[in-house]
């Protein structure tokens, strides 16, 4: 009886011992990956800091200077063709008045191709220029935390309105799952707050 109780209790011995062993072995695999991996949601980084709201202030007041400007010569153009209509057709002064009032719709249609262009290129730059600073700071905090990846996540926007918007979204859609990876965005956006060069135009 003696021996049967020592061979039973040998082997749950035996069977613990082995339950522990593949628990420590397996440990590592389930936790070391997610541990070792950061994200960080860039366009996040790039919209929430200090640096990009204002930014967006300077640029909203450009907007409206472009805005006033073309007002202004929306105006103009109405004033010139409400004087032209009490003019006689053809005389002197109504062919002066008609080539103002063409050169000022031209002037108009110009600025009305260009401001946009120009806004579009000042949030380019902008964005040029932030993105170094997000990269060197994701660097910095990854070889800080020991991570050995960090990739970048980004919420697709669905729906599309057109087909080819789609297929972009699903090539450039990579990482469709995170859960337990180190989220470094908002540390990130903290770290941009206190870059003080980027809040200088």
């Not at 919420?155 to 918007?165: A, D, F, W």
Request: net charge neutral.
């Amino acid at each position: 009886m003696k021996i049967k109780t020592l061979i039973s209790g040998c082997l749950v011995g035996m069977i613990v011992l082995f339950l522990v062993h593949q628990f420590g072995e397996a440990q590592p695999l389930a936790n070391g990956p997610a541990s070792t991996i950061g994200v960080v949601n860039i366009e996040k980084s790039l919209q929430n800091c200090q640096a990009t709201a204002k930014f967006k202030e300077r640029a909203e007041a450009e907007r409206r200077e472009m805005d006033a400007e073309e007002k202004k010569l929306s105006d103009n153009i109405d004033s010139l063709r409400g004087t032209l209509q009490a003019l006689v057709p053809n005389s002197a002064d109504w062919l002066a008045q008609y080539k103002e009032m063409l050169h000022k719709e031209n002037e108009l249609k110009a600025l009305k191709e260009l401001n946009p262009q120009i806004r579009a290129m000042r949030a380019h730059q902008w964005t040029e220029r932030l993105y170094p600073e997000i990269m060197r700071i994701t660097k910095e905090l990854a070889a800080q935390k020991g991570l050995a990846l960090v990739l970048t996540v980004e919420e697709p926007q669905l729906p599309t309105q057109r087909y080819e918007e789609l297929v972009m979204t699903l090539r450039t859609h990579k990482v469709l799952y995170t859960g337990g990876c180190v989220d470094l965005t908002n540390e990130i956006i903290v770290e941009l707050d206190k870059t003080n060069s980027l809040l200088v135009n």
